[in-house]
Each structure stands twice: as C-alpha cells, then as structure tokens.
C-alpha cells in the first residue's frame, strides 16, 4: 500500500508539472483541470461489475486494440492471474481513409501499428469532448519518412484522419485509462489493425500491396494472442521486432534504432514456440481457403472510411463503407436498437469519392461496330449532341455540371433512315456498344458502393425529362471550429444502469468523484 501511493503521488507531481509547461507554452486559456468535470467522470458501476466477475482490479494495466474494417475498439484488462481478458468492445462510430497505415500528413489515414500512450497523451480539454493522441508517428513510421501529427481517438463521431467515438464511449475508456495510470500504468499499448489477423481476412485482403506489412504487424498480434502478455515492441532495420531478449552470453543490454542494423536478440522459447504453432495453423488454413477460391476483397475506389453498422443504421441513407456490413441483420432491424451513445447530427456516412472514381480510367469496351439496317425505317444509335430536353438523368447532369463529361457522345435513338453500312459484321454481332462516360461511372459507383441504394428510383431518375434543372456539386465540408467550451460538460454513460448501485471489488481504491482529477492527475494535448 505504501509504495502504491508513493507511486501514485510521483505520477501525479510529474504530470502536473509537465501539463504546467506546456500549458503555459501554448498560451491556452488555464482552465483549471480540477473542475473539468468531464475527464472525473467515474467508471461506471456496470463496467465495475464486469471486472469483479472477470477478476480484474479497478486500477489494473489495459491494453485497446483498434479494428478498422470490423469498426471496433477493444478495452483489455489485466486480470490478477497477470494475463489480459477483454472487458469491453465497443462499436467505432468513424474511421476515415483507407485499410492500411497512414503515410503522410493529409492523407486523411487513420494509423495502424503498435503506439504507447502515455499520460501526456491524454487530452481533457479536446474540442471533440475528450481525447488521446495515438503516438503517430513512431519509431517505425519515421524511419520510413512517414509524416502526420495530432492522431487522435476522440468523441463527436467525425473523423479526419482518426478514430471517433460518441462523447459517451470516449468518457468511459477515457476514464479506464486514467485509473490505470494512477494503478501506476506508465502507458498502456495502443495496437491498430486493418481487420483481425485471421486466416480467412488475410486470405480476402491477400492481393493488397499493404500485405508485408500486415504480415509484419500480424507477428505482435499472435504474440498477444498466445501469450495475453502486452508484447514488448522494439524497431530495427525499419521493422517491427516483437519481445526481443538479449542471448545469454551478452555482456551488454540491447539497443535498437528503427534505422539501423537490429543487435543479436533472442525471442524467448516458451513464446516463440506458441507462436510458431499458431502460426503454422494460420499459413494451413490460409492455404486451404486460397485454394478453394476464396473471393479476393475489392479494392476501395475512392470510400472514405467506414462506420459500424449499429451507427450506420441510424443516419439517413447511412453506410458502413469499408467497414463489415450487417450480415444477417438488416439496417432497418439494427434502427430500432438502442445506439450506444449521441450521435451528433453533422455525422457523414462513408460515401464514395465521386472525384476519384471519376478520374479513375474507364474499363476496356468492345469497338463501336456499324450495322447495316434492312429497312430505312429501323431505330438506330447514333452519336449526336443531345437535345435540352433530354437531360440523360441526375448522373450525367451531375458529371457534366462537375466538368466530368459532355453530352456529346449521348446516344440518342432517332427515327432517320440508317446511314449506309462502312463495316461488315461478324455473325452473331447483333447489338453495338458505347464507350462508358465519367457520368456512367459516377453512376455505378453509387449503385456499387452505397448499401440501401434503392436502384427503382436510380432508374426513374434515368428516364429523360424535359427541364430538368442541373444539381450543383456538393460544396467542400467546412473545417470545425467548435470550442470544447460550445459542449455539454457531461454524458450520461454507454454501459446500461450505470446509476444502479454496484458493490465495490475487493482491493479497488474507491471510485474518484469530480473536481479532483488535478489532484491526482492532468494532462494537456
């Protein structure tokens, strides 16, 4: 108990004394972290509950996984067998980019690699309710020249380049993070994956260039599945090394820099052995599922993102993007159940990159055959300009109105004699085709990668109409400038009954009450 505190008191005089310099260094408006209600929010019964039943303390170590294409977080615990359990999962609200690690600054890329977080890390004051900074770049993403800054797992459910939760999530795995550090928690490992590391998702994702490095990642995530052991990460030659020792005959202790040559290093056996057998077990099944065929994961065209299903089903015309879709639960079902947390009415569902797509280059076509008509009265395609009156549909309105296409290949049927035939036709050719606009493809993209896309409608709006107004490209999103000050200071917690009465576990320190956050701890951004 004694060297608890002593602990506990040397974390809280260290933080305060770091936030104090850095807040005076950016000038901020020193609100006083003992009243910011928001960061004292308590763990909630519920939640504490859960750990006495899974044998874990209040204060015990956590470690959080990130899945991008199942859009969850994972909260793990230290139980007092000294192995990590799952206490909670929770649904992400929004991830922005794309599967696979981010690069550089602007790339709108939510990272994927091994990070730390420590106290300084934590954010009570962020504009988007609460918050803590992933770690982006690490040793690893420098050495390969990677750039970005100010990553974030954070509330309000709108994302450039991070991983957003609801106010409600972010409260309560802000608040086990902060008891882990005054548990004495130095930092607690941050570990983001494109999808779990199984042999099914390596085996639908295995012609994506990211492939070596998920490979790479994947070793620390079957070091962690056979252990439940935080991994000890180190970087050398520009790679991951994961749970390094030194050999038995070194006179010396390791040292790694992610640039230079890796020092002779062991991996313990009783580790190296599960997860060479693991391992083995992943590489059979994976070659079973190849060779059976199994379908290769389409490659995003322009998706920003993804979402969880649970919040997708609550937005009009909402998506799960490159997320997991709801397989066997319809959105319409998932509407109607209970959304674990406030979602903020600017929220945009991932849609497809309309410009991307466009500039994509269009697929290879047939060559445009002419045919030569029996009767001088037959129907025929023929490339001419389009009258206004035939507006083509909303696509090809929107494509031409975003310099996108013209209407001067619209194929228009007219009812003039067919001109005389300049090519002969191979038997069997009966019907001729036209090469695809950047409208076309605007077009497809939508109906492809839009769940729920009602295509009756598509169709409707496809008939041509006379006056029919263009549609005005969508305007750039606006940056946010909302003040964390603009906020509701509290919100109410994710876990259900969390105002029911829950005994407190044995040899857990009581449960902090606000205003005394500064006392024990602070941090700033």
Known sequence: ????????????????????????????????????????????????????????????????????????????????????????TYPICRWSGDLGPKVREGDRQAPEGFYSINPSQMN??????????????????????????????????????????????????????????????????????????????????????????????????????????????????????FDAAKPADAKRDLVFDASARCPAYVIPEEIASAVREKQAKDETEYARLVAKGTPVARMNTGIDGGMHKVFAAKIPEGSTGLSESAEGTTLQMLAMAKAPGTIPGHVNPPKPNLDAVASAPAPREEPVVAVSAPAASTRVAAASPAAKSESGGFFSNLGRKMGLGTADTTATATATPAPQA???????????????????????????????????????????????????????????????????ALKPSVSEGAGDSTPMISGAAPVVQSNSFDSRFSAVK
């Open 1 to 88: 108990m004694i060297s608890r505190s002593l602990a506990r008191a040397l974390l809280v005089s260290v933080a305060l004394m770091t936030a104090g310099g850095l807040l005076a260094g950016c000038n901020t408006d020193q609100v006083s972290l003992a009243t910011n209600a928001k960061a004292n929010q308590p763990v909630p019964p519920k939640l504490i509950a859960a750990m006495a039943e899974k044998d874990m303390d209040l204060q015990s170590p956590i470690l959080v996984r990130l899945f991008k294409q199942e859009a969850e977080l994972e909260v793990w615990k230290q139980t007092r067998s000294g192995q990590f359990a799952l206490l909670k």
């Open 124 to 241: 009570p004051q962020s504009s988007y309710y609460l918050s803590f900074n992933t770690g982006y770049p690490n040793a690893f993403d420098k050495a390969l020249g990677r750039t970005g800054s100010q990553l974030m797992v954070h509330g309000d459910c709108s994302s450039r380049g991070c991983y957003a939760m609801t106010d409600e999530q972010i409260a309560e795995i802000y608040s086990l993070g902060r008891e882990s550090f005054f548990g004495g928690q130095k930092a607690f490992q941050l570990q983001a994956y494109p999808f779990k590391m199984t042999p099914v998702n390596m085996a639908r994702h295995r012609n994506n260039p990211n492939m070596p490095f998920w490979k790479m990642i994947k070793e620390g995530y079957d070091h962690f599945e056979v252990t439940r052991q935080e991994p000890k990460v180190d970087f050398c030659e520009k790679r991951y090394v």
């Open 422 to 488: 300049t090519a002969s036709v191979a038997p069997g050719a009966q019907t001729s085709t036209t090469p695809a606009t950047a409208a076309s493809r605007l077009k497809a993209a939508v109906t492809r990668f839009v769940p729920g896309h009602d295509r009756s409608k598509e169709a409707a709006k496809d008939t041509p109409k006379p006056a029919v107004a263009a549609a005005k490209p969508a305007e750039p999103p606006k940056p946010d400038t909302r003040l964390a000050a603009t906020r509701p």
